[in-house]
């Protein structure tokens, strides 16, 4: 199985910051990860897939790079609004997939 | 409205079963492949099981294989997954997805949950 490897697990940032968390997969996945935010009590919501592309109606300071082992999912300038559990998954090989462990993003 | 309702959720003692249900409106259910992702209390998002559009193949973690069974109904755009042999480490949030595959797939529509409670 691959495995997915985030860090930090959680990390403490203030509004306007940069924030980089990073991702890396246990083989080669190319470029099938794909960036998840999680607020408490809510599910999840798709950010970025195939490592680089914005989802629909995602605000730009979101981006996502890589591919193959490493993976990096950015926010140029925090939002009150961004603090929450960020998720990276992959969905590479035979259906069955996996999540990383999670960062939490916290003021 | 693109939207995904789960259903089925409850208490239910060690080796029970469970239905779970998940309804979809706003697209066309039948064009797209389906999961179920599960969170346990305070803990990560588990991916747990993938059907295709027709059901003709199917995909889980291995810690559920030979327990659960993903199935869907594209006339009643529902999705199902059933639950048996259930042990206290099943008890999670459970949501379904769908999933969008443009050559790479990933998980684009979630639902709200519903949730899972094994404990006698």
């Known amino acids: 199985d691959i495995q997915m490897t985030q860090s930090p697990s959680s990390l403490s940032a203030s509004v306007g910051d940069r924030v980089t968390i990073t991702c890396r997969a246990s083989?080669?996945?190319?470029?099938?990860l794909h960036w998840y935010q999680q607020k408490p009590g809510k599910a999840p919501k798709l950010l970025i897939y195939a490592a680089s592309s914005l989802q629909s109606g995602v605000p730009s300071r979101f981006s996502g790079s890589g591919s193959g082992t490493d993976f990096t999912l950015t926010i140029s300038s925090l939002q009150p609004e961004d603090f929450a559990t960020y998720y990276c998954?992959?969905?590479?090989?035979?259906?069955?997939?996996?999540f990383g462990q999670g960062t939490m993003l916290e003021i | 409205e693109v939207q995904l309702v789960e259903s089925g959720g409850g208490l239910v003692q060690p080796g029970g079963s469970l239905r779970l249900s998940c309804a979809a409106s706003?697209?066309?259910?039948?064009?797209?492949?389906m999961s179920w992702v599960r969170q346990a209390p305070g803990k990560g998002l588990e991916w747990v099981a993938n059907i295709k559009r027709d059901g003709s193949e199917k995909y889980y973690v291995d810690s559920v294989k030979g327990r659960f069974t993903i199935s869907r109904d594209n006339a009643k755009n529902s999705l199902y997954l059933q639950m048996s042999s259930l042990r206290a480490e099943d008890t999670a949030v459970y949501y379904c997805a769908r999933i969008t595959t443009l050559n790479i797939f990933y998980m684009d529509v979630w639902g709200k949950g519903t949730t899972v409670t094994v404990s006698s």
């Open positions: 706003g697209f066309t259910f039948s064009s797209y492949w």
């Open positions: 083989q080669s996945i190319g470029s099938h």
């Open positions: 998954q992959q969905s590479f090989g035979a259906l069955t997939w996996t």
